[in-house]
Each structure stands twice: as structure tokens, then as C-alpha cells.
């Protein structure tokens, strides 16, 4: 019998929705809101209108893509946090509302994990366990991964994410939001090592990222007050060291990482594993060390639903189902991982 799922990913700024069968991703469909741009962040009400408006369309565009019907699904996936609660609550509304009129189960999913099982999609996958960094706009954490449903958190941010570290120095910069990949693409023309920003080093495996934003303000002011042109003149090695200093941070916890656990396989997994910086930096790593790296596609870095669709199907297969009382939860860890700081 075909396991045929259909998953709705609405935590954030990405409506999305894709339908996988036995595993295999059949469609993975999103609609970008492109209003928060303007607006330097994003805006949760009109985060939350946005995914009304786009929900419907983009579940139907999931199931014409897979050619399937809504009768030939067996469950209904969703994410049920971390997230903004106006935005989950559209995803998971709707999910609960779609399959209780197609009498189908549901499974809840947490889109942490699911950014770590987005590695299952394609090959190579990587086998148990491994190390992830999962880097995005809401968090940064290190995940030991047991099993395709078994996570350790060991360690994870104190204050801000990374992500959230790239898009308030972007927005500094003057840059519109996201600012992340406009950083990692000025800084692909810039000299890494032109100006030094302070790391805070934390004891254990933990990061902390908002140090930084403060010193860069600082730094833009004093550097401004004499030249005022001074970031149109030298944007491209302010980002190219802003994003040094970033992804130092990252790879310095993460080998700590690797010398207390004994585990090379790394993965990293979310919206800023799409750096090209952190990207390249991870593979000379893996070349040197001998490890073994399992970096996404970019179309699996940033929300997407496909990932939510592959936790649902480990979800499915061990008979994990949802029911009506679950609800969106914005501050969801991953379940049954323990954390050990
Ligand atoms: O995983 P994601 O799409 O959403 C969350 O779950 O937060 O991550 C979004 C974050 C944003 O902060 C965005 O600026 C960052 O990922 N990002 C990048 C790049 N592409 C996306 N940061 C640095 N370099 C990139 N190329
Ligand atoms: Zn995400």
C-alpha cells in the first residue's frame, strides 16, 4: 500500500505545502511573502493574512503537481512550532479542518526537527548518528541525532540566532530583509579579515550572537562620523567580515563539538546553511579532518514543506498521529529530545 502525505509548513513567512508518497517528495510548493521586505522585518499580522490568502492555492498547486487527488492521501501533516502562533495557527487550522473532512489522520511535526530530517530526502544520507548544526532566523543549535526521531540538543544560542545576527547587521547595513544572503553575496567579493569584530566565547557548547550586533552598530558609528560614505565604500568587506566573524563562531562550537562527541559525520541544516561562506569553510574542514558533511540543496536550507513532509513520514510509519486537542505550539522543542548543557 502507498503511504501518500500531504504537509503544510505556515510557522513563519513561507506558506508552503508538498506531497510525498513512500518517501519520495512528489511536489514542494511555496509562496514567498514578499511584503515584510519593506518593513525591514517581519510583520506577524500581515505574516498571519498572507498565509490565508495563500493557503488554499498553494495545498491545490501540492496536489495537481504530485497528480494525485485529496483522495488518495492517508494523512495530513503540519508544523506545529517553533513559529509565530498567528502563522501556525493558518497551517494548523487548516490541516486539522482538511483532514477531518477526508476522515484522515494528523501528524504534528516540529519544524527544528524536520529542518535536520530534510537530509533523508535526497542521497546520500547520512547514518546514525550525526552531528547538526542547524543554523536559521529563530535558532542555532547543535543537535546530536540519534535516530531519524531521537535528537540531543547539545548545545544551542543563549540570546540571538545567527540568522537573526546576519539580518540585524544587514539592516544596519541598510539592506532589506532578509539581509542573510545579500551578506553572503557582497561578502563572496570582499576581504574576510578587513575588519575584526569581537567573538563572545561561551563555555560549553553554547553560542551567543548578540555581542556582535552591538559592537558593529558601535563600529558604523565611529566609522561613519568621519566618512559618511563609509558603507556604500567598503560594503563588500564589511560583509565579508561580518561573516567571518559569524561562521568562526559556528565552526569553532562545532569542532568542540566533534572532540567531545567522537562523531564526524556532520550535517548542517536551515536557513543559513545556505551560505556559501559556511558552505565552502565546511567542506576545506571536512578535507582536512576527515569527516564526513552532508550540506542540503539550497531549496531544502529555507522553509520549505517538503522537509515537514519527510519527518511526517517517519512520523507515519511509526503510527506518531496528532489529534484534535494538539495545538500550535510557538515555542516547541523537539520532542522527546533530551537536552544536555
Ligand atoms: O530556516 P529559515 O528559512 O527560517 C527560520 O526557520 O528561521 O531561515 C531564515 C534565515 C534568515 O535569517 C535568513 O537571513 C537566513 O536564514 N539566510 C541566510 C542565507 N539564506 C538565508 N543567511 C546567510 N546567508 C545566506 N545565504
Ligand atoms: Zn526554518
Known sequence: MNITILAIESSCDETAAAVIRNGKILSNIIATQEIHAKY???????????????????VLDALNTANITKYDLN????????????????????????????????????????????HFIDDPKPSFPFLCLT????????????????MEIIGQTNDDAVGE??????????????????????????????????????????????GIKTSFLYFLK??????????????NDICASVQFTLISILIKKLKKAVAETGITSIAIAGGVSANKG??????????QNNWQIFIPKFEYCTDNAAMIAMAAHYHYLQGRYANLETVPDPRMKIPNSTLHL
Do not use: C, W
Request: hydrophobic share 40%.
Open 40 to 58: 525591514g522585518g517581519i510583520v506577524p499580522e500581515l505574516a498571519s493574512r498572507a498565509h490565508q490568502q495563500n493557503i488554499v492555492p498553494v
Open 278 to 287: 559556511l558552505r565552502n569553510t565546511l567542506e576545506k574542514l571536512a578535507q
Open 222 to 235: 565611529e566609522k561613519t562620523k568621519t566618512n559618511p560614505e563609509f558603507i556604500t565604500e567598503n560594503r
Open 165 to 210: 545576527a546576519f539580518d540585524k547587521t544587514a539592516k544596519l547595513l541598510g539592506l532589506p530583509y532578509p539581509g542573510g544572503p545579500l551578506i553572503d553575496q557582497y561578502a563572496q567579493l570582499g576581504n574576510p579579515l578587513a575588519y575584526k569584530f569581537p567573538q563572545v566565547d561561551m563555555p560549553n557548547l553554547d553560542f551567543s550572537f548578540s
Open 75 to 118: 494523512a495530513v501533516a503540519y508544523t506545529q512550532g517553533p513559529g509565530l502562533l498567528g502563522s501556525l495557527l493558518v497551517g494548523v487550522s487548516f490541516a486539522k479542518a482538511y483532514a477531518m473532512g477526508l476522515n484522515l489522520p494528523t501528524i504534528a511535526i516540529n519544524h527544528m526537527q524536520a529542518h535536520i530530517l530534510a
Open 135 to 150: 543554523v536559521s532566523g529563530g535558532h542555532t543549535q547543535l543537535v546530536k541525532v540519534i535516530s531519524h526521531l531521537e
